[in-house]
């Protein structure tokens, strides 16, 4: 067998990704659109590039591998001690947020009129936020010690929850059972499932961590590897899809003491094989097919963002935050990434409507490059919107025309001079002004103390004031 052919067609793309990684990291954008953009460029329906894959079904294989760590590693990073410590308010906030979202995005599924099973799926890609953006921009953004980034992550963490129950419904019914018995049947099976699997996670941890007690990385690597692999089978088995028994195992490794050590390992595997899985998919695109669903993904699209305003706004006063707070989060969540591709790749896979696969695929590649672009610059927008921006110049131009701050510069200036120019550009403006006076107050507090200890000392009688 010769795979020549096949690896130079890999090297190739990868370096490709690699490059326009960089070029998009300049400008805060996630992988998941430029893997997807590198796939469709690389896509025989594209004609960009002379080359195709001989044997695509390797390809495949290992992108199934992606989708399996993808869901893998969202159970192993599922805080669990977080949830149930503060189970009541995060239901409240992560619920609320998912119902406004998955109901309209149920009602708009219905108004394209490509059939129930179909407007399911498009309630599920449209509703649920990208754990892997969301978590990034928080860091990259500097946010982990704002006041709503426990919100955000708790409405993630609900959606993990959500995504586990909607994924095992979601499978019956893409299994085309029309019977009410045998789907009764399924869906049991289903949740029995779930609920032994969240079980385990919830009060095995310590007898699991005795399956992992081995000081050899190679052997641990393996046997983790293997059990993602074992329990996707199992859940494809019992008809709650690979995605979905991988992220139950993962729940239940992530109960264990050996949750880091493996996090350690399985992020950067996540990372490669989550590489084929986006880019297969965008090998799938074909361009010819996204006139047709060009209007339904624009209405997508700002239905999305005028119902992530919205909950934003209302999940933020569930939590006592104030506005600013809730157009931080409802730009950040309102990204979409990895489980809407999951479901787009589930209804090809079940016969739906072809259309779902260039609809999800241009949904994902708008709301994954302008999400990130509208979280960095989600207070500048809040300043504009609630005219904090203007409040905060008058109470600079205040600040200036008070006579206080007069005195403590002029008092400054006659003490020490100006502050060289170099210093004060390193400064932004407010911070010029308040260290001036901090060092002019200083100032002249020494000097009142020096001419203080002088008078002590030439009449020690007098009790100094200070």
């Known amino acids: 067998m010769h795979l020549g052919g096949d690896l130079l067609v890999l090297g190739v793309l990868f370096v490709l990704a690699y490059i326009l990684g960089r070029l998009g990291k300049k400008i805060g954008l996630p992988t998941i659109p430029i893997y997807m953009v590198v796939g469709l460029l690389a896509s025989p329906n594209f004609g960009f590039f002379p080359i195709n894959f001989v044997h695509a079904d390797y390809i495949e294989l290992i992108a199934v591998f992606g989708l399996i760590l993808l869901l893998f590693n969202l159970g192993l990073e599922f805080d669990q001690d977080e949830f149930f410590s503060n189970a009541g308010k995060l239901i409240v906030s992560g619920g609320s947020y998912i119902l406004i979202n998955m109901g309209v995005g149920f009602a708009f599924g219905f108004m394209l009129g490509w059939g129930t099973r179909e407007a399911l799926v498009v309630a599920g890609i449209t509703a649920t936020s990208s754990s892997a953006i969301v978590t990034k921009l928080l860091i990259e953004l500097k946010r982990l010690a704002n006041p709503e980034t426990p919100m955000i992550l708790g409405v993630t963490v609900v959606e993990d929850i959500f995504i586990a129950i909607y994924l095992a419904i979601v499978s019956v019914v893409l299994s085309g059972e029309t019977e009410i018995w045998p789907v009764v049947g399924k869906l049991a099976v289903a949740f029995a499932f779930l609920v032994v699997m969240f079980t385990v996670a919830r009060f095995g941890g310590k007898l699991v961590s005795r399956l992992f007690r081995t000081k050899d990385d190679e052997l641990f690597t393996i046997l983790f590897f293997g059990l993602a692999m074992m329990f996707g089978g199992i859940g494809e088995i019992l008809g709650v899809t690979d995605a979905i028994g991988a992220f139950l195992i993962g729940l239940v490794l992530g109960a264990t003491r050996y949750r880091n050590r493996m996090e350690a390992i399985a992020i950067p595997l996540r990372d490669v094989f989550a590489a084929f899985f986006f880019l297969n998919f965008g090998l799938g695109l074909n361009p010819a097919q996204f006139p047709p669903v060009i209007v339904p993904v624009i209405g997508a699209v700002l239905m999305t963002m005028v119902l992530n305003a919205g909950a934003g706004q209302f999940v933020a006063r569930l939590n006592k935050l104030g506005p600013q707070a809730g157009i931080n989060a409802a730009v950040i969540l309102q990204n979409r990434g990895e489980f809407a591709l999951i479901l787009a790749t589930l209804s090809l896979s079940a016969g739906l409507d072809e259309r779902i696969q260039p609809f999800a695929g241009l949904y994902v590649l708008i709301m994954a490059v302008s999400g990130p672009i509208l979280a960095a610059n989600s207070e500048k927008i809040?300043?504009?919107?609630?005219?904090?921006?203007?409040?905060?110049?008058?109470?600079?131009?205040?600040?200036?025309?008070?006579?206080?701050?007069?005195?403590?510069?002029?008092?400054?200036?006659?003490?020490?001079?100006e502050m060289p120019a170099v210093q004060r550009d390193e400064l932004p403006p407010p911070r010029v002004l308040d260290a001036r006076i901090e060092q002019a107050m200083k100032q002249s507090d020494e000097t009142k103390r020096d001419t203080a200890s002088s008078s002590e000392r030439s009449d020690p009688d007098r009790k100094s004031e200070y």
């Not at 005219?387 to 008058?394: D, S």
């Not at 109470?395 to 206080?404: F, R």
Request: net charge positive; charged share 20%.
């Open 382 to 417: 809040g300043g504009v919107i609630l005219g904090t921006n203007k409040k905060r110049k008058q109470a600079a131009a205040a600040k200036l025309n008070d006579p206080m701050v007069a005195e403590g510069i002029a008092l400054m200036e006659a003490a020490t001079g």
